[in-house]
């Protein structure tokens, strides 16, 4: 194993760029892993971005990335329950590298029918959406609303619900093109929102009722929205704001209607809250992946030496789905 890595590193300019930098060493409690494919995610750019010297960002510099696939190669001091060989994969900071070190309670199996450059675009979409599913106390045969249906975490959460037995899977898209997107990751009833009004699309489609469950990754007005398009007793969680942080909400539907709201973020939950939310996921989840009823949608895999392609697709906002970074052995053909 050699002492240094590939990796791509945020705080430079205003793009990621690829150096070579020491590899990691799995503390206690670590794991080391030779990383072949890591998925972009939304939060990439801005991040990217806040940290650009040149237009006045912190100028700290880091490894990007938050989702890994590949395998064990060391462990740290006191690792139980995993082999150096075992496939993995995970979110985590500093993925868009050829080694990341991870808390052994944070990293998930990897199915052997998964190829790494599947399987990276998985982690972060299965621990949101399931951990979302999770607080919201949601149960087979409840119906769920997802609005933002076509972001990335957003198919991975459709395909979870209808998989755990969702009775009706609905989701949002601005845009009619990406009604068959949502229909093949399991949802039953697409809303167009700059067609419909998701409110009214989602009483009709539940009898007047409302959804059981909101797994929220759109904020703004739509979190407003959300509220009087739930069931009496149900519960909204907000995940994403994509159209902002800020919704004026109307408190009768939220007391009228004995709503329960919550706001997750994973990416900065506490160590034993992130741990129990993966052990949450491993008996119910990762067979479910195993079986191949959730598969990530990709947009376009590259290797990592052309991360600028990477780079400007998801500035363009049309990437339907995860840009995959794969990382070849520089050895290897
Ligand atoms: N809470 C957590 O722990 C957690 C974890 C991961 C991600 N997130 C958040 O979840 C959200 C989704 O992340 P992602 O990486 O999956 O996103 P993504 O794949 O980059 O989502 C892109 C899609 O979002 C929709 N969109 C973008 N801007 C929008 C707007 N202003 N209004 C409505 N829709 C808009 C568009 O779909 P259409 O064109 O079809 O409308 C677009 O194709 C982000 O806000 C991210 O920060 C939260």
């Not at 009483?203 to 398009?229: E, K, N, R, S, Y």
């Not at 067979?287 to 400007?312: F, K, S």
Request: net charge negative; glycine share 10%.
């Amino acid at each position: 194993m050699t002492s240094s890595m590939r990796a791509l590193i945020s705080g430079i300019g205003p793009e990621w760029v690829l150096r070579e930098v020491p590899r990691p060493q799995p503390a206690p409690g670590q794991i080391l892993i030779r990383n072949r494919a890591a998925a972009t995610n939304n939060a990439d750019l801005p991040m990217l971005a806040e940290a650009d010297p040149t237009r006045g960002g912190h100028g700290n510099e880091f490894i990007a990335g938050f989702e890994y696939a590949g395998e064990v190669v060391e462990l740290g001091d006191g690792v139980d329950g995993w082999q150096v060989g075992d496939q993995v994969m995970g979110s985590i900071p500093s993925s868009f590298a050829e080694y990341v070190v991870a808390d052994q309670r944070f990293v998930l199996p990897r199915p052997d029918n998964l190829d790494p450059a599947v399987a990276c675009a998985l982690p972060t979409g299965l621990l949101t959406e399931h951990g979302s599913l999770t607080i919201a106390g949601f149960t087979a045969g409840q119906s769920v609303l997802i609005t933002g249906a076509s972001t990335g975490i957003g198919l991975i959460g459709a395909q979870l619900a209808r998989a755990l037995g969702a009775s009706q899977v609905i989701g949002t898209t601005r845009t009619a093109a990406k009604r068959d997107l949502l229909k093949g990751a399991g949802v039953d009833t697409v809303i167009v929102t700059e067609e419909q009004d998701l409110t009214q699309a989602t009483l009709d489609a539940t009898d007047q009722q409302g959804v059981d469950v909101v797994l929220d990754h759109i904020a703004g007005q739509t979190f407003a929205q959300c509220l009087a398009a739930t069931k009496i007793d149900g519960h909204v969680v907000n995940i994403g704001r994509l159209a902002g942080p800020t919704s004026a909400i109307d408190l009768d539907d939220l007391s009228y209607r004995h709503l329960t709201v919550h706001g997750v973020s994973f990416g900065f939950s506490r160590d034993q809250e992130m741990a129990d939310v993966i052990a949450g996921l491993l008996p119910e989840v990762i067979p479910v992946v195993a079986r191949g009823q959730i598969r990530p949608v990709i947009d376009r895999t590259v290797d990592l030496t052309e991360y600028q392609q990477a780079a400007d697709r998801l500035r363009s906002g049309e990437a339907v789905g995860k840009l995959v970074l794969t990382m070849q052995d520089l050895d290897k053909p």
